[in-house]
């Protein structure tokens, strides 16, 4: 469901209710919302069922459009639009994140065969990572002071994604900055023997004033959460 808040009485009101599941034996896994200037744009990841009979749907991943909510909303029956952008599910939300590029946002999903990201409207890039993933994160480009600075955004918003997985080699948890636009790996780390890395997010701080006075760049860095309670920061 879709609620607003708001008006005089600040009153919790339902929007609108997302369709069910595109076919039986499918979950919401996860949702990201994206505003313009007169709609509002909800990323949908599904996951399916093992046990699931029913015939494979063709929308794993989906962007439902509405307009926005004026000052005295009128609950919507039903989207205005909606795009299927993937017909394969998604097992976990660890899996997916948004980041804001050019004023929406862009939606990246991890598969065995690499990082896909959406548009509201269709498929805008693929990095061609292989191998079994367990979390990932896109690394927000950092705020600028207005320093002129390499620019860092790319067809996925960034250049930079965080992918943890497991190594091959010690089997133990491992993390991989990856840079999309020159399809490499630039930093590679392994994670404290029994630590599993659960979760990942993307972070950037606020341009800061140095002691002479001089305004200097943000930094962004890419923070992993592992199953022995610890968080692991990477920052450029």
């Known amino acids: ?74 609950q919507l029956s039903a989207p205005s639009a909606r795009h299927d952008l993937d017909g394969r599910h998604v097992p976990t939300a660890s899996l997916c994140d948004a980041i804001v590029s050019k004023e929406e946002v862009l939606f990246t999903v991890a598969r065995p065969d690499g990082l896909y990201t959406y548009s509201n409207t269709q498929k805008v890039d693929v990095s061609p990572i292989d191998g079994s993933k367990l979390a990932i994160c896109v690394v927000p480009p950092p705020e600028s002071a207005g320093i002129a600075r390499e620019a860092v955004s790319g067809k996925a918003g960034s250049c930079f994604a965080l992918v943890a997985s497991t190594d091959a080699k010690s089997r133990r948890d491992a993390v991989d900055i990856y840079d999309a636009t020159n399809k490499l790996v630039v930093f590679h780390l392994l994670l404290s023997p029994g630590h599993r890395a659960v979760r990942a997010a993307g972070v950037t701080t606020p341009p800061t004033r140095s002691a002479d006075g001089t305004l200097r760049n943000g930094r962004s860095s890419a923070v992993v959460f592992t199953s022995g309670g610890s968080l692991v920061t990477l920052t450029e």
Not at 21 to 41: E, F, L, Q, R
């Open 1 to 74: 469901h879709i609620f607003t808040y708001g008006g005089g009485r600040h009153v919790l009101r339902s929007y609108l209710s997302i369709p069910p599941p595109p076919s039986p034996g499918m979950s919401v896994v996860t949702c990201k919302i994206s505003i313009s200037d007169n709609k509002a744009s909800v990323f949908v990841a599904y996951r399916r069922d093992s046990n699931a009979s029913s015939p494979r749907s063709n929308a794993g991943v989906c962007c439902y459009e509405m307009p926005l909510p004026g000052p005295s909303p009128t």
